[in-house]
């Protein structure tokens, strides 16, 4: 079975069931010979994808091995980073942003209409471009 549709298969069993509704209209993926990631330089892939957002759909709670880049094409958006006082940016049509390896997030639209996002980024060779992770859990 090719790697691509182990990887979206794998994806789609752990994210079914969760609040990932988001809807993949074009995916490009690349081979890097090497990269500097957190975890080491190495080979890697570098993926762009146009994804949309419903009013009230969200990624759920995710990382990325690697760094990512993101440009709001269309709507609004809610960007929430994980931490006991979390960080919360609203974006709009024409924003976009860098975010670091390894920062857990989630994506919501609140509409009103569509969100459409331009996404790349780069991650080791044999990991996946989206790690689902857990909803947080904060100490009172």
């Known amino acids: 079975m090719d790697r691509k549709w182990k990887i979206a298969i794998g994806l789609g069993v752990t994210l079914t069931g969760t609040a990932f509704a988001l809807s993949f209209q074009h ?5 890097i010979a090497e990269f500097v990631f957190p975890s080491g330089t190495g080979p890697g892939l570098v993926q762009i994808q146009q994804i949309t957002l419903k009013p009230g759909d969200s990624t759920g709670w995710h990382h990325h091995d690697g760094p990512s880049w993101v440009i709001l094409e269309r709507g609004r958006g809610v960007f929430e980073y ?11 049509a024409g924003n976009a942003f860098a975010e670091p ?7 919501d639209n609140y509409g009103p209409g569509e969100a459409t996002i331009w996404w790349a980024t780069v991650y080791p060779q044999g990991s996946t471009p989206i790690v689902p992770e857990p909803e947080p859990i ?3």
């Open 27 to 31: 995916t490009v993926t690349g081979a």
């Open 82 to 92: 994980e931490s006991c006082q979390p960080t919360v940016t609203h974006v709009q």
């Open 101 to 107: 390896a390894n920062n857990v997030h989630k994506v």
């Open 138 to 140: 904060c100490a009172p």
